[in-house]
């Protein structure tokens, strides 16, 4: 069984920062692409900003140059480091990962549980 367990949401005023992490626990075998989704109230979820295995970095239009995204492999970990935030920028934020798990490497994507960010005006 694996899990994606996220931390470090929480409430910001506009312009501060904020660093989310997100840890896949379980019998994991290896991980390819990671990233990050935010979902606003009363919107679609949408991309924020993936990771491949090997470092190559995606950001969406609004979040390029004020957000950073890395991760740990040893430590199965991605992280989302975001500065400046803004209100609009509200919203539950939720981690994936392609893994490949067990003892037959069975391969699919996984889910965090999501983690709320409020930035306030």
């Known amino acids: 069984q694996v899990q994606l367990v996220e931390s470090g949401g929480g409430l910001v005023q506009a312009g501060g920062s904020l660093s989310l992490s997100c840890a896949a626990s379980?019998?994991?075998?290896?991980?390819?692409?990671m990233g990050w989704y935010r979902q606003a109230p009363g919107k679609q979820r949408e991309l924020v900003a993936s990771i491949s295995s090997i470092g190559i970095t995606n950001y969406s239009v609004s979040a390029k140059g004020r957000f950073t995204i890395s991760r740990d492999n040893a430590k199965n970990t991605v992280y989302l480091q975001m500065n400046s935030l803004k209100p609009e920028e509200t919203g539950v934020y939720y981690c994936?990962?392609?893994?490949?798990?067990?003892?037959?490497?069975?391969?699919?994507?996984?889910w965090g549980q999501g983690t709320q960010v409020t930035v306030s005006s």
């Open positions: 994936y990962a392609f893994i490949a798990s067990g003892t037959v490497r069975d391969s699919r994507w996984y």
């Open positions: 379980g019998s994991v075998f290896s991980i390819n692409a």
